[in-house]
């Protein structure tokens, strides 16, 4: 019986031991956003080809992850979606309790308190009601994988020369990959040089179907 409890602690272990790597998080946050080959997981998380390999390696065996053939290249996409729920439970609690990373954060995410008085389904209402704009600032194919309610697509390295596109007096509410993403904050302090209303939402695709709320696609 010992035995047997043993080794259902162990089973339970592979996926501790699976997700105890930053560059794996990292690697489920990027497939958070919808499939990738590792040769652009490789270059989103700035490491080799071959690391890029084996850090997948190891979330497959974990069965958090999983593969398909798409022509000449491998598709890589997280197993479920409890997955991506997983890696924002994690990081919710290393937000909660590590003193460390809060402080890391307050440095990088910029008119978060500006978003206070609204709640996600308040921004989800004043999307739909078009009192507020929703921009995705993450490529296009992010985008086209999973993407919040009404948000509109407008990748960061094309913001500035397509700024026109946008109207301003409407306030503007962008996101990104989720709290670790920069793109996000790099767009909404371009829209304030620029004269917009803007605001960072801190959430990604993950964090706001964590909440219950809905993906569009």
Known sequence: MKQTRSFLYEQVARIGKAVASPKRLELIELLCQGEKTVEALATLAEI???????????????????????????????????????????????????????????????????????????????AASGEVLVLDVRPADEFAAAHLPHARSLPLDELKKRLAELPKDTPVVAYCRGPFCLMARDAVALLHKKGYRAFHLTDGVAEWRAHGLPIEA
Do not use: C, M, P
């Not at 890029?52 to 022509?71: C, F, N």
């Open 48 to 126: 080799s080809v071959k690391l890029a390999s084996a850090h997948l390696k190891e979330l497959r065996l974990a069965r958090l992850v999983e593969t398909r053939k798409d022509g000449k290249y491998v598709q890589y996409r997280l197993a479920s979606t409890s997955v991506a729920d997983l890696w924002v439970t994690l990081r919710s609690q290393a937000e909660e309790r590590l003193v460390e990373l809060q402080v890391a954060l307050a440095s990088i995410v910029e008119h978060r308190e500006d978003l206070q008085g609204f709640n996600r389904k308040a921004i989800l209402k004043k």
